[in-house]
């Protein structure tokens, strides 16, 4: 059985930090494509940043700002998330892609609020 689990999201003030975990089973990890997506009130679920193998890619509003990596030993994809906005306040949730046949499997989300 595949699961997927994101952890990590919580209030943190404007300007703060987060790092968040995608942890996924049943999946030969290494041979997925990861993302996080992230979804706020009233919004469309849009992409934050992707890793296939050691390839990255990011939305322009946080360019600069969040850090995607992965653990392929940990079956773990990261969202390292620095100088957060109120604007990035949202549902964050994680992607796994199976590159051959484009099968895919969505974590629940966690959720990220950014408010002093």
């Known amino acids: 059985q595949v699961q997927v689990v994101e952890s990590g999201g919580d209030l943190v003030q404007p300007g703060g930090s987060l790092r968040l975990s995608c942890a996924a089973s049943?999946?030969?990890?290494?041979?997925?494509?990861m993302g996080w997506y992230r979804q706020a009130p009233g919004s469309q679920r849009e992409l934050v940043a992707a890793?296939?193998?050691?390839?990255?890619n990011y939305a322009d509003s946080v360019k600069g700002r969040f850090t995607i990596s992965r653990d392929n030993g940990k079956n773990t994809v990261y969202l390292q998330m620095n100088s957060l906005k109120p604007e990035d306040t949202a549902v964050y949730y994680c992607?796994?892609?199976?590159?051959?046949?484009?099968?895919?499997?969505w974590g629940q989300g966690t959720q990220v609020t950014v408010s002093s």
């Open positions: 992607k796994a892609v199976r590159l051959p046949d484009s099968t895919s499997y």
């Open positions: 890793i296939t193998g050691g390839i990255t």
């Open positions: 049943g999946i030969i990890f290494s041979i997925y494509a």
